[in-house]
């Protein structure tokens, strides 16, 4: 099993940049290709970012594609979000989660295992 916590979350204005990260348990974390989803209120979870198994790919949704930047470090059992230009349509709750596969995905239902999320509001 692995579990996941995500920090860095808050209050920014729009332009602004914001780092979030994501500690991952037990010691077999680099068999796990991560992803960051996001759900902003009303609206269904949707992909954002995911990375491989060793950090060497990364994935990303056009609308954060050239502002965002996922990487993961195996040995701190970490994966980390830098989101840059934050626009007020970024707000949403993020959240990390990771699957067992090498494979990366855009699909929520392929994920196996998922953090609490943290909240980005971003103002205009």
């Known amino acids: 099993q692995v579990q996941l916590v995500e920090s860095g979350g808050g209050l920014v204005q729009a332009g602004d940049s914001l780092r979030l990260s994501c500690a991952a348990s037990?010691?077999?974390?680099?068999?796990?290709?991560m992803g960051w989803f996001r759900q902003a209120p009303g609206k269904e979870r949707e992909f954002a970012a995911a990375v491989s198994q060793s950090g060497g790919r990364t994935y990303y949704a056009d609308s954060v594609k050239g502002r965002f930047t996922i990487s993961r470090d195996n040995a701190k059992n970490t994966v980390s979000l830098q989101m840059n230009s934050l626009k007020p349509e970024d707000t949403a709750v993020y959240y990390c989660?990771?699957?067992?596969?090498?494979?990366?995905?855009?699909?929520?239902?392929?994920?196996?295992?998922w953090g609490h999320g943290t909240q980005v509001t971003v103002s205009s």
């Open positions: 037990g010691r077999t974390f680099g068999r796990y290709a």
């Open positions: 989660a990771a699957r067992r596969s090498e494979l990366l995905s855009t699909q929520a239902s392929y994920y196996d295992y």
